[in-house]
């Protein structure tokens, strides 16, 4: 799959990450492509971020989904290649640099049903977000999950971003048109732990994100990555902390940019 090939697992982000200038990292499952490691150790995403950052070179960074289970870092590699690209593979995750910041997007397991289809057609996941960047109607994308290793998909853009839970679908929802971090958010495969919830409550992730963007208090929310067929609510929980242990049974997401973590 690499040009040079090591193994991994997943983590956590916290107040650390841009507090200065950063780039802004578009989230894939599948593992890059036609790349060079730069470095690979021990870390978490924010490492991992930041350490991108840090070099022009890097294009991004990759791991294994389902390795140390309820860690605190994991094997993080960081790769570069003018012609590097996302292949799928859901034993893999990528987080791959973009050339300018846009709306962040919320990725997860369903479709998307409700609304006008604005278009659709085969592409990359990259080119799809890049697509409803610009279309200000664009509420997110839709695909249909597949057992092979691939590039491209069937993508379908909507206007509603109501997303029906289903494991043979993904879809990827608008998280808002801020440039900056300040209201942007990283998906990270993981549990926001070691505090107890100020709030939780059965909402759509497009719902949790306003609810954390209007609580001062709130870094970031979890739910289980259990898929309950055709639901369009799941359980939320929202916290202070932005730190995160990965495990494969949750999704969290937590703010690029955190408030003062209480």
């Known amino acids: 799959m690499f040009s040079t090939f090591s193994s991994f697992g997943l983590l956590f982000l916290s107040a650390a990450i ?14 890059i492509a036609s790349s060079e490691e730069i470095s690979s150790k021990a870390m ?19 791991l294994q989904r389902n ?12 790769l570069s290649g003018a012609e590097s690209y996302v292949v799928y593979d859901p034993a893999w995750l990528s987080y791959t640099k973009v050339a300018s910041r846009g709306p962040s997007y919320f990725w997860q397991e369903g479709y998307l049903g409700h609304g006008e289809e604005l278009h659709d057609e085969y ?6 977000k890049e697509w409803c960047d610009e279309q200000k109607a664009c509420a997110g994308f839709t695909y249909e999950q597949s057992s092979d290793q691939k590039q491209e998909f069937h993508v379908r853009f909507k206007s509603e971003p109501v ?8 879809s ?3 998280a808002g ?39 001062k208090k709130c870094n970031g929310f979890m739910v289980n990555r259990k898929v309950y067929q ?5 359980f939320i929980s929202f916290f202070g902390s932005t730190k995160v242990t990965f495990s494969s049974e949750w999704d969290s997401y937590t703010r690029e940019k955190p408030r003062e973590e209480l």
């Open 123 to 128: 592409m990359t996941l990259l080119k799809a």
């Open 230 to 234: 055709a639901a369009q609510e799941v």
């Open 44 to 62: 978490t995403i924010q490492d991992a971020s930041k350490a991108c950052d840090a070099d022009a070179a890097c294009k991004g960074f990759t």
């Open 67 to 78: 390795r140390n289970d309820t860690s605190a870092t994991t094997f993080i590699r960081l």
């Open 177 to 215: 048109t801020m440039a900056g971090p300040e209201n942007a958010y990283t998906y990270q495969p993981g549990f926001i732990g070691g505090e107890d919830p100020i709030h939780s409550g059965f909402m759509n992730l497009h719902y949790a994100k306003v609810y954390c963007d209007g609580d």
């Open 18 to 31: 841009c507090q200065v200038e950063c780039s802004q990292y578009f989230f894939q499952p599948g593992y």
């Open 172 to 174: 990827y929802v608008k």
């Open 163 to 170: 997303v029906t839970s289903s494991e043979k679908y993904m």
